[in-house]
């Protein structure tokens, strides 16, 4: 996992100190000494996460954390407070401030690390989405990044899953005329019941007499439908292995036993404000892009949308010094196709190798109808020869598997050319990139057909 991770605190002891665990962990590190030089990296800068001391002078860490998230540019980047404080009124503080996260120093490592590797996690999902939104806003969709998503007029809809009844009892005290809380003390019920219902947060026991609550955190994890559901494991004292684990597994938050009113409701409010504002990122990123630049016969991706977000995707690229590649694939002699099945029959051809497009690459490639029957797949992370193999699979399943065709289900066979290129270290730009899989490709249809080539320069 590689990330950019920004320290910020007055004493150069303590930002080395942190420097060299992350430096260890292969995380980039910036690093900011007072709260002005933080802010001012934060905009201007890729930052993934923030390690935030609280006493400096100026401005304090808490002021930092609520202009930064009080900042549309900036409020999406996790922020882990650092401190000497050790009283709930300062946990609060922070998070009532914004704050993702509290530790208190010394920092276990431990704990540092499963910390901030949940937050990358959570980052790069509100990432993508906001790239894919700013693509929308770049085409001249709509101005998504402005809005405020962090609504909190309504009561967030909670589930526990506790089996004690006296815990029980206290959380549903403290969280009255807080959230809508549904109790059961059954995990198994419990999975099924966050299937099925749209809860905005699922707080889980440690306290169970015969059941690992990890598992149930994994199995929550594991499931489309609860996959970015907040999880805050509610632990004992003495549970820090536990803790540790579950964060590796995908929990957002913890509290500890016994449980402070006032520090429940900030974490609660802390994740249903970041589960709203990724939600309603999405949807309407979702609304917003589908009929723009969506091809309406194979459900892809259309040109428009890749000649926006293709340059975007290869800025990322080049600045975090990360591997991309293209590749674009043509139908063989689809004209004939057409000649012989119609333009009806062609459409069915177009859709049906859209579909295992879809299915031999990641959820996030891009993949798009170039035109006619040309398309293109982006893959982010992946260098020229993982990019040839995934090619050749594609390749492969259009020649081996017939396609269907007509009401009658008339099979004809099909193949496909492919052209790969991957972006240049040094100077290289968009047009180059595609001009080298565009040449690729056209060696690939003189040279017989039925084949990738990729292009190294």
Do not use: W
């Not at 004292?237 to 938050?253: C, P, S, T």
Request: aromatic share 4%.
């Amino acid at each position: 996992m590689t990330a950019r991770i920004l320290v910020v605190d007055d004493i150069p002891a303590n930002v080395r100190l942190l420097e060299v665990r992350l430096l260890a962990e292969y995380f980039e590190v910036l690093t900011a000494t007072n709260g002005a030089d933080a802010i001012e990296t934060c905009e201007n800068g890729k930052v993934d996460v923030v390690l935030l001391d609280v006493m400096m002078p100026d401005m304090d860490g808490f002021e930092v954390c609520r202009r930064l998230k009080s900042d549309p540019a900036t409020s999406h980047i996790p922020v882990v407070m650092i401190t000497a404080l050790d009283q709930v009124t300062d946990r609060v503080r922070g998070l009532e401030a914004g704050a993702d996260d509290f530790l208190t120093k010394p920092v276990n490592d431990l704990q540092l690390m499963t910390r901030v590797k949940s937050l990358v996690r959570l980052k790069s999902l509100t990432d993508e989405l906001r790239l894919r939104a700013s693509t929308t806003r770049s085409i001249g969709i709509e101005e998504l990044l402005s809005r405020n998503f962090a609504s909190e007029d309504t009561t967030p809809k909670v589930l526990l899953i506790d089996e004690r009844k006296s815990s029980v009892e206290r959380i549903q005290k403290m969280l009255r005329d807080r959230a809508d809380l549904d109790v059961t003390g059954d995990p198994h019920a419990g999975f099924f019941q966050a299937a099925e219902t749209p809860y905005e947060c699922v707080m889980i026991s440690t306290a169970f007499a015969d059941f690992d609550p990890l598992r149930l955190c994994s199995q929550l994890r594991s499931l489309d439908r609860t996959r970015f559901v907040p999880i805050i494991l509610l632990a004992e004292e003495g549970e820090e292995e536990r803790i540790i684990r579950g964060l590796e597994l995908g929990i957002n938050d913890y509290l500890m036993r016994p449980i402070d009113q006032q520090e429940l409701t900030a974490r609660l409010r802390t994740q249903v404000r970041r589960k709203r504002y990724n939600d309603q990122l999405r949807a309407s990123v979702t609304q917003t892009i589908e009929m723009a630049v969506t091809d309406g016969l194979t459900g892809l991706h259309n040109r428009r949308y890749l000649d926006s977000h293709l340059q975007t995707l290869f800025d990322r690229a080049v600045a975090r010094r990360r591997p991309l590649s293209v590749m674009i694939t043509d139908l063989d002699r689809f004209k004939s196709i057409n000649d012989a099945h119609g333009h009806d029959g062609g459409d069915e051809v177009l859709r049906e190798f859209a579909r295992r497009l879809r299915k031999n690459v990641r959820g996030i490639d891009l993949a798009c109808r170039f035109g006619g029957e040309e398309f293109v797949v982006v893959m982010p992370d992946t260098d020229g020869a993982v990019a040839e193999k995934v090619a050749e699979r594609i390749r492969a399943e259009i020649a081996q598997m017939p396609f269907a065709i007509g009401a009658e289900g008339k099979t004809i066979e099909v193949t496909v050319s492919v052209g790969v290129s991957s972006v240049l270290k040094g100077v290289d730009t968009v047009a180059a990139l595609m001009k080298r899989a565009d040449l690729a490709l056209y060696e690939a249809k003189s040279g017989g057909r039925n084949r990738v080539v990729a292009k190294a320069a």
